[in-house]
């Protein structure tokens, strides 16, 4: 059974940094190598939206919100996918969730098109305070 379990959430003051975690587990390959995978955020009252993803190809991409200030990147040894997040902003307060493209339909040109994931995580809540 596929699973992807977010953590890494919690309270921080604007201006500071995070780091969230994805581990993966449970598919026929090695996840994070095999699989296109990213991270996406749901604020309250609002759609879930694209932050950052690593196409399968390898390509990271990031929406203009994010650009300099979080970065993607993941460790296969340990098959987790990790955002690290500083200069947060109240406005990054939201429920952040990683995906998998393990059917190789991501490409930096459609990363946000969150109906080519195949999997998805529960989310982690990272809350801002200004």
């Known amino acids: 059974q596929v699973q992807l379990v977010e953590s890494g959430g919690g309270s921080v003051q604007a201006g500071g940094s995070l780091r969230l975690s994805c581990a993966a587990s449970?598919?026929?390959?090695?996840?994070?190598?095999?699989?296109?995978m990213g991270w996406f955020r749901r604020a309250p009252g609002k759609d879930r939206e694209g932050v950052g993803v690593?196409?399968?190809?390898?390509?990271?991409v990031y929406t203009d919100f994010v650009k300099g200030r979080f970065t993607v990147s993941i460790d296969n040894a340990k098959e987790t996918l990790y955002l690290g997040m500083n200069k947060l902003k109240s406005e990054d307060t939201a429920t952040y969730y990683c995906?998998?493209?393990?059917?190789?339909?991501?490409?930096?040109?459609?990363?946000?098109?969150?109906?080519?994931?195949?999997?998805w995580g529960q989310g982690t809540q990272v809350t801002v305070s200004s």
């Open positions: 449970g598919f026929r390959e090695t996840m994070t190598s095999y699989c296109g």
């Open positions: 690593s196409t399968r190809a390898g390509v990271v």
């Open positions: 995906a998998a493209d393990c059917d190789g339909s991501v490409n930096e040109f459609n990363a946000w098109e969150q109906y080519r994931y195949d999997f």
